[in-house]
């Protein structure tokens, strides 16, 4: 299995920006689908953004849609999260996770990150 370390986050002020990596360790981390999901105090964890093995197609939540950008480089064995325009509604900890679908749904994802927090200030 991969293991996954998100890094970046932080206290940022609204309209700010923030950019979350994940770092894996493990065999064959090209082979993994990737996302990102995100959970607030008192709320369910939420999809933000996903990205297939190569790169070339991505889901985003319509939350986030135009401020956020997932990208990979495999050869780095990396996945991050560009955050633009943040907005206090985003203030969460962020988690990378990893899996075998192309997919916006947490059970479809086997591997978790511990998370990293995010707050935005207003």
């Known amino acids: 299995q991969v293991q996954l370390v998100e890094s970046g986050g932080g206290l940022v002020q609204a309209g700010g920006s923030l950019r979350l990596s994940c770092a894996a360790s493990?065999?064959?981390?090209?082979?993994?689908?990737m996302g990102w999901f995100r959970q607030a105090p008192g709320k369910e964890r939420e999809f933000v953004a996903t990205?297939?093995?190569?790169?070339?197609?991505?889901i985003y939540a319509d939350s986030v849609k135009g401020r956020f950008t997932i990208s990979r480089d495999n050869a780095k064995n990396t996945v991050y999260l560009q955050m633009n325009s943040l907005k206090p509604e985003d203030t969460a900890v962020y988690y990378c996770?990893?899996?075998?679908?192309?997919?916006?749904?947490?059970?479809?994802?086997?591997?978790w990150g511990q998370g990293t927090q995010v707050t935005v200030s207003s």
């Open positions: 996770a990893g899996g075998s679908y192309y997919s916006s749904l947490p059970s479809d994802f086997a591997s």
């Open positions: 493990g065999r064959a981390f090209s082979s993994y689908d």
């Open positions: 990205i297939s093995r190569s790169g070339g197609y991505t």
